[in-house]
């Protein structure tokens, strides 16, 4: 009788096996019953492991299939004096147990079973292997004799039991961790080492080491996909033989030659073993014949991040020549754990990578924005009779403006305006490397489309190289015969005012890095008593205002004509003229450099 | 396993189990005892010691035969156990459970 029974102190167990069948289950179940009762479990509570033991095995046997159908249910029923645990072990494909457990909609004829059973029972774990499942189910037993105190419910006796029961719980819960989960330190000691170190390769290399000692297998090799490329290359390999060519993944609808990519593109777990050889033709099959073991896809979320692949030499294990398991479903769940662990490193890592370039681009910028202003003279020579002033400014991204001006003699000078198209370090590169050329062809100087000639014959294959190119413009200055040699590089006009008007000059040229042999032109310019020169680059007339208009060229000529007409040094025009650009561009962004020279005189 | 017919009324009782061993011929024989008269099923489950999900699926279909017969199912005087398996899946909404 089971009233008269009592809860055994130690454990005992009851071990069944069944065929999968409807019928069977039933009568295990009433074994079942007999034993529990036996150990002073009450009816009520009889009735449910009943009920949740049923609804388990009559899971397996729905979901056993042809081979599974013919493969028996084991059974182990786990009595102790705080709980019962039922382990039903099953053969069978299993299913997939649903990340959310909720009763289906009122009319539908099936789907209660999980809600059941997760219901009757405290917790419920299932492990999912290949032909082989484990269905946990544990339930406590009510504290003996628990009658409702009559005392209040905050007295310090009822507080000191709740703490020895949840002692009690949080001991079996650290227990169970520890002792059934492997993988569970291994990962912890490694997501704090992942922090340290920034080598994903070592250590995805040491992670699947340990793996391996695990799931007792062999050799493994990792496959991801890198950034912006659709093949699967080897991150690391349990030997340098293993890391094998890319693999690229197929044209939709061919099939695929490798196993891994065959994981890759279903997103679902290939066994190979005895009964499913490797492909014949598959990279794997040459690296590491007669193996059996898994390639597992690793998925982030709904990103495909690679595959894992295990596994062991079938001709030395009996059992799995036999077609007997290659990893057991404890073994496959620690690989499902490990896999979905390298996905959030791999991840992580990427992530990282991602600002640490992101931080380098900035001081990339920062560099360069240092060369630039290093290269811009700070006090300008001057000429008898003529006042000079250079005006830049950066937009945020660095382009390659930038002016100079070069004192030939007492009465001569070489002005220098330029645009290098492209930004960054390169742009600055370049930028200085002009600057240079420029200053070291002093014989040159006074022939500005001869010294252009003579640095794009120097510059053009490092400029082609890069697909970059400058425009430039050269203006060699004569204070004595008030006179002006202009030669430009696919450059903006210079433009000269005065009582006459306003006349722009453009002598043609491309632009330095497009042919390797471009002729230019020297243009000369009489520079009228009172005159005005500019020189300047496209970031002025492509100023842009608030309603996005560009300035255009027109209106800075007619400033020019306006600045002529006023009897003000160059230093006041520039100031003057940077207020107009300001003013124009007012609740804007600069896009782009502005930079120019004006000359009064 | 008994089942009688009463005008509308088609009644099931001594139903030791209703789990998934029986229930599709438990369903199937109750569909076949009805004739074109009755559109109510009243099925005592005061002998029931064991339902399950499949015999919950088939109680809702034999509520859905009703229902296309604008009758209804009703259960009569469940064991404290099933009434506890039909309230933990809110099957109370669905059926009339009466106790008499």
């Known amino acids: ?601 | 396993m008994k089942m009688q017919i009463q005008g509308e009324t088609l009644r099931i009782s001594e139903v030791k189990e209703l789990g998934a061993a029986n229930s599709n011929d438990f369903r199937d024989k109750a569909r076949a005892a009805l004739t074109g008269e009755q559109k109510n099923i009243e099925i005592d489950l005061s002998q029931t010691m064991f339902l399950d999900s499949c015999g919950l699926g088939t109680l809702i279909s034999l509520h859905k035969t009703t229902c296309s017969r604008n009758g209804m199912v009703r259960l009569l005087n469940p064991t404290p156990g099933v009434q506890q398996i039909l309230e933990l899946t809110r099957m109370h909404r669905i059926f009339e459970i009466v106790k008499i």
Request: hydrophobic fraction near 45%; charge should be negative; include cysteine.
């Open chain 1, 1 to 601: 009788m089971p009233g008269n029974s009592a809860a055994s102190p130690r454990s005992v167990i009851l071990r069944l096996s069944l065929a999968c069948n409807l019928a069977e289950v039933r009568i295990a179940a009433q074994t079942v019953r007999g034993f529990l009762a036996e150990q002073a479990w009450l009816p009520d509570e009889l009735m449910a492991f009943d009920l949740a033991l049923v609804e388990a095995c009559n899971n397996a046997v729905k979901y056993a299939g042809e081979s599974g159908a013919c493969q028996p249910i084991h059974l182990e029923v786990i009595s102790e004096a705080s709980q019962v645990e039922f382990r039903i072990h099953d053969h069978t494909p299993g299913f997939d147990w649903p990340e959310k457990i909720e009763l289906p909609e009122p009319d539908s004829e099936s789907g209660r079973g999980l809600y059941l059973i997760t219901s009757l029972m405290d917790s419920v774990s299932y492990f999912r292997g290949r032909e082989e499942n484990l269905l946990t189910m544990r339930k406590a037993r009510p504290v003996q004799g628990e009658v409702a105190p009559p005392e209040s419910p905050y007295s310090l006796e009822n507080y000191a039991r709740k703490l020895a029961e949840n002692e009690h719980v949080i001991s079996e819960m650290v227990e169970e961790l520890s002792s059934c989960y492997e993988s569970l330190s291994a990962i912890f000691r490694y997501s704090t080492d992942s922090g340290k170190a920034g080598n994903l390769k070592e250590f995805a290399q040491r992670l699947l080491q340990d793996l391996l000692q695990i799931v007792d297998a062999e050799w493994f090799i990792l496959r991801l996909i890198p950034k912006g490329e659709s093949k699967l290359t080897v991150l690391a390999a349990s030997e340098p033989a293993m890391e094998l060519e890319p693999l690229t993944f197929p044209t939709t609808g061919k099939p695929s030659a490798s196993m891994e990519m065959e994981a890759a593109v279903s997103r679902q777990r290939v066994w190979f073993d005895a009964q499913r050889p490797m492909l014949a033709d598959g990279p794997l099959k040459k690296a590491k014949p007669g193996s059996a073991g898994l390639v597992h896809p690793i998925l982030l979320g709904d990103q495909l991040m690679g595959t894992l692949t295990l596994g062991k030499a079938a001709f030395q294990n009996p059992s799995l020549v036999d077609g007997g398991l290659v990893f057991t479903a404890g073994q496959t769940n620690v690989i499902n754990t490990f896999a979905d662990f390298l996905a959030i490193q791999i991840a992580n890592a990427r992530f990282q990578e991602e600002q640490f370039s992101r931080r380098l681009v900035t001081h990339e910028l920062e560099i360069a924005n240092n060369i630039q202003r290093s290269l811009l003279i700070t006090s300008l020579p001057q000429l008898p009779g003529f006042s000079l002033a250079a005006f830049c400014r950066s937009a945020h991204e660095v382009g390659g403006d930038f002016y100079d001006v070069l004192k030939i003699n007492e009465h001569s000078l070489l002005l220098v305006i330029a645009d290098v198209m492209g930004k960054g370090i390169p742009a600055a590169m370049f930028a200085a490397i002009l600057r240079t050329l420029l200053r070291a062809s002093p014989e040159l100087t006074h022939q500005p489309a001869a010294l252009l000639e003579r640095v794009n014959r120097l510059l053009f294959p490092e400029l082609s190289g890069v697909d970059m190119f400058i425009t430039a413009q050269l203006a060699f200055v004569d204070a004595k015969d008030r006179k002006l040699t202009v030669a430009s590089a696919g450059h903006c006009p210079l433009a000269v005012a005065s009582a006459a008007g306003v006349k722009t000059f453009s002598p043609e040229g491309m632009p330095l890095g497009i042919l390797p042999d471009t002729t230019f032109h020297d243009e000369t310019v009489e520079l009228p008593e009172n005159c005005r020169v500019l020189l300047y680059t496209d970031g002025l007339t492509e100023a842009l205002n608030a309603e996005g208009h560009y300035l255009g060229q027109q209106p800075l000529m007619d400033w020019l004509k306006r600045a002529s007409a006023s009897n003000q040094p160059a230093e006041q025009l520039k100031q003057e003229l940077a207020l107009e650009l300001e003013k124009y561009q007012a609740n804007t962004v600069l896009n782009d450099d502005q930079t120019f020279l004006i000359m009064s005189g």
